[in-house]
């Protein structure tokens, strides 16, 4: 992740849940490139990636990886159990 914000919007969903989202969906007027973001359900918010480089890949922008990777409905960041236990 290169470019991220939190704000304060309750989506609904479950802590971890990843979508594509437009942020004038979210009531929310910002310039490129936080106008298409991934966007991650957390427990108290949703943090809105604008920008973000996949491994051994170059750096993009959100709404240029959405373009070339569909996102599963309902897919999920999910801790390693080795993960949890530190926690």
Do not use: Y
Not at 14 to 39: F, H, I, M, N
Not at 40 to 51: F, M, S
Request: net charge negative; glycine share 10%; with cysteine.
């Amino acid at each position: 992740v290169r470019a991220a914000r939190a704000v304060e919007h309750n989506s609904g969903r479950t802590p971890g849940e990843v979508w594509p989202c437009d942020t004038s969906e979210l009531g929310l007027d910002w310039p490129a490139p936080w106008q298409r973001v991934l966007a991650i359900a957390t427990g108290e918010g949703t943090v809105l990636v604008a920008r973000l480089q996949p491994a051994s890949k170059r750096e993009m922008d959100a709404e240029e990886f959405l373009r070339g990777h569909s996102l599963l409905n309902g897919v999920q960041f999910v801790l390693p159990e080795n993960v949890l236990g530190e926690l």
